[in-house]
């Protein structure tokens, strides 16, 4: 992946420089220290990817970004901040990611493999979809994040939420309803429960406890409880793929 750092601090660049090319197949094309080289650069060098600071002096990383996601095929951006409050902004300019300072190896590591996802995704769409169904924008902790759908193996309904069970882990909610989420990706996923679906290319088995209920078993091993209602359905679902397979 071709990647533009931009910092006004040229010590903060060379630093984000020297993390991504310690990744493989992360080659840093050009540094740039503030909007109009940024703007400049993305337009000579054609990165995937723009590491891009929020805050800099004359234009933004922010403004920076509405106008490089006006371009043809524009690139993917990671906003890098210092304050977590610009989270929901840069999702707003439609940021892949955004990643607090001091920058850890381990959190770009992650950003970086999200972002390889997503940026694949956002190619398709400027390929001439009209909507882009291959990736759900979740909630966490500090933020909004965009996961691929390819990623998630399950989809349960708590409270007022979705809880989005992915390859990753941890916890993602949605505000979705489960109903809504299975009219989108009814073909990729399996209604197993009232308040739960999983995708069908995770489900291993379809097994009972030591109650005798039903559960399906998910790749990783995760086991999920079966409805009676939903039983037959989830039986025949899995009858399918198996002549398929």
């Not at 503030?34 to 403004?63: F, N, S, T, Y």
């Amino acid at each position: 992946m071709r990647v533009l750092v931009v910092d006004d601090e040229p010590w903060a660049r060379r630093r984000l420089a020297e993390l991504v090319e310690a990744e493989p197949g992360h080659q840093v094309v050009g540094e740039a220290g503030d909007g109009e080289q940024a703007l400049a650069q993305v337009r000579d060098k054609h990165p995937d990817l723009v590491l891009l600071d929020i805050q800099m002096p004359g234009m933004d990383g922010l403004e920076v970004a509405r106008r490089i996601a006006r371009r043809e095929r524009p690139p993917a951006v990671i906003f890098i901040t210092a304050h977590a409050e610009h989270a929901l902004e840069a999702f707003e300019a439609e940021a892949s990611d955004y990643l607090l300072k001091p920058v850890r190896r381990e959190r770009l590591q992650a950003a970086l493999a999200r972002t390889g996802h997503v940026n694949r995704v956002q190619l398709r769409g400027m390929a001439g979809q009209a909507a882009d169904p291959e990736v759900l924008r979740c909630r966490t902790a500090r933020g909004e994040r965009l996961v691929p759908l390819d990623r998630i193996h399950s989809l349960r309904a708590e409270d007022k939420y979705v809880v989005v069970g992915h390859d990753e882990g941890g916890e993602l909610l949605l505000e979705d309803s489960l109903k809504a989420l299975e009219g989108r990706f009814g073909e990729r996923f399996l209604r197993v429960h009232r308040s739960a679906l999983v995708a069908l290319d995770r489900v291993q088995a379809l097994e009972r406890d030591a109650l005798g209920r039903h559960e399906v078993v998910l790749e990783g091993g995760l086991r999920l409880p079966v409805s009676r209602r939903h039983l037959p359905g989830v039986r025949q679902a899995l009858r399918h793929l198996a002549q398929q397979g």
